[in-house]
């Protein structure tokens, strides 16, 4: 089992509409997660950290649920600019700390 | 966020050379940086951790004699793939924290072996 695992995707969206990716995480250590975008043949770039029950910020809204060991994210009123790979990452925790582990990417593609 | 750069951006070279690629903070200190690559349509792998003034720590199947990492300074760190094959074409990429675990990514270069 991978330790971060993401919904495979594709996901096809009209602009406006609200789209959600999951993830779980096995490694029940980890202590803080994030989501990265990252865009065709270029480096990651932060979108959210995520450290206790969830975060918000503006139309992106990630939330945590330590129980399930999941991490989710959904984006309201979709952009064509949001047109990425989303990529689900834990940090590895315990004597690792400071290691991310990368789930594979849910790739989405919003088309006016 | 913060400034994190890499050099070069694109290299292309001959089977059985060395390349060197340079990750700099450039307005932060950083003790520990990060490796990784990333081979199409897969997510990023960490290949090593980089320490400020000590030795690299790989992850298991990375081997230490051909990816040479220096992190000479608080500010730089190197990755040299060594006796580069085709099958180490690949995207690679450098990242550095500035607080707590945030990491920041290098723009990655992308590696061409012939």
């Known amino acids: 089992r991978k330790e971060v695992e993401q919904d495979p995707g594709p996901f096809n969206v009209p602009e406006g509409a609200t789209v959600a990716f999951n993830c779980t995480y096995s490694?029940?250590?980890?202590?803080?997660f994030f989501w990265y975008r990252q865009d065709c043949r270029k480096e990651p770039k932060l979108l959210m950290s995520v450290y206790s029950s969830g975060n918000e910020d503006g139309r992106f809204t990630a939330q945590l649920n330590r129980a399930s060991q999941y991490i989710s994210l959904l984006i309201r009123d979709s952009k064509l600019s949001d047109s990425a790979t989303y990529l689900c990452?834990?940090?590895?925790?315990?004597?690792?700390?400071?290691?991310?582990?990368f789930g594979q990417g849910t790739i989405l593609t919003v088309h006016p | 966020g913060a400034v994190v750069s890499q050099h070069p951006s694109r290299v292309i070279c001959k089977s059985g050379t060395s390349v060197k690629i340079e990750c700099r903070s450039l307005d932060f200190q950083a003790t520990t940086m990060f490796w990784y690559r990333q081979f199409p349509k897969q997510s990023l792998m960490l290949m090593a951790t980089s320490n400020e003034g000590s030795k690299a720590t790989y992850e298991q199947g990375v081997e230490k004699d051909k990816f040479l990492i220096n992190h000479a300074s608080l500010t730089l760190s190197t990755l040299t793939v060594t006796s580069a094959h085709p099958e180490d074409s690949s995207f690679y990429i450098c990242s550095a924290s500035l607080v707590g675990d945030t990491q920041y990514f290098g723009p990655g270069t992308r590696l061409t072996v012939l």
């Open positions: 990452v834990a940090n590895a925790g315990g004597t690792s700390y400071g290691k991310l582990t």
């Open positions: 490694n029940s250590a980890s202590q803080s």
